[in-house]
């Protein structure tokens, strides 16, 4: 079975500064990944995906997130913050066969300071 | 294209009582998956509908119940409302052209409060 782990459950940066948020999947072959970004009271917004291929992949609102096999790690990155991304980030891992359901990490809250 | 939809946002019940929301998906998915997500559980699956058929099923009691119609849209019910019961249940919807597994539309939330 998947599982993913998000180690941080809050981050905090100040604005104009770099950002890094990390993600540990565990899944047996090579998985789909994704990142959801949800702003207080709103719905999960889908920042990035990566599935095969290049393993930096580029996703909106200038976010960025790397693919690493070898440390089964989905980071992702921005390097310069905006207060506007202050947020709950969600990375996620889909099977290519078998269930349907992605599995969810618990989610890092990212709060950004002026 | 007009993304998910869900009704109603905002709701407030009594223990005992129950609900049903409504999911309206982005037009030609045919996967609708509901979740809850309260602070202290995070994103929890409830269930996942692909062509009016139960596909997959989370850890939730039979309280919890949905369904699809043929037009794709999707409601889920509640019974016996407990206070636990509060929380935002977020709709998505998946299946057009070249999905993955995993890439979900979410709708804004139906905001449940149980008093």
């Known amino acids: 079975a998947q599982s993913v782990t998000q180690p941080d459950i809050h981050i905090t940066v100040s604005e104009g500064a770099s950002l890094e948020l990390r993600c540990n999947y565990s899944?047996?072959?090579?998985?789909?990944l994704f990142w959801y970004v949800q702003s207080p009271g709103q719905g999960l917004q889908l920042l990035l995906k990566y599935f095969s291929g290049d393993t930096l992949v580029q996703g909106i609102k200038g976010f960025e997130a790397e693919f690493k096999r070898s440390q089964s790690s989905f980071n992702l990155r921005k390097p310069s913050v905006h207060w506007s991304d202050a947020a709950e980030y969600f990375c996620?891992?889909?099977?290519?066969?078998?269930?349907?359901?992605?599995?969810f990490g618990r989610g890092t809250s990212l709060i950004v300071h002026p | 294209k007009a993304g998910v939809t869900q009704t109603p946002r905002y709701l407030i019940k009594t223990r005992g009582q129950q609900v049903t929301l409504s999911c309206s998906p982005i037009s030609g998915h045919r996967s609708v998956s509901w979740y809850q997500q309260t602070p202290g559980q995070g994103l929890q699956f409830l269930f996942e509908?692909?062509?009016?058929?139960?596909?997959n099923k989370g850890n939730f009691p039979g309280r919890f119940s949905g369904r699809q119609f043929s037009n794709s849209r999707s409601e889920m019910n509640v019974s016996t409302l407990e206070l636990g019961d509060s929380a935002l249940y977020l709709c998505a919807s998946s299946g057009g052209q070249g999905a993955l597994v995993g890439e979900l539309f979410f709708g804004e939330g139906s905001r449940l409060t149980v008093l």
């Open positions: 996620a891992v889909g099977a290519s066969g078998g269930s349907y359901i992605p599995t």
């Open positions: 509908y692909f062509s009016e058929t139960q596909r």
């Open positions: 899944y047996g072959a090579t998985p789909y």
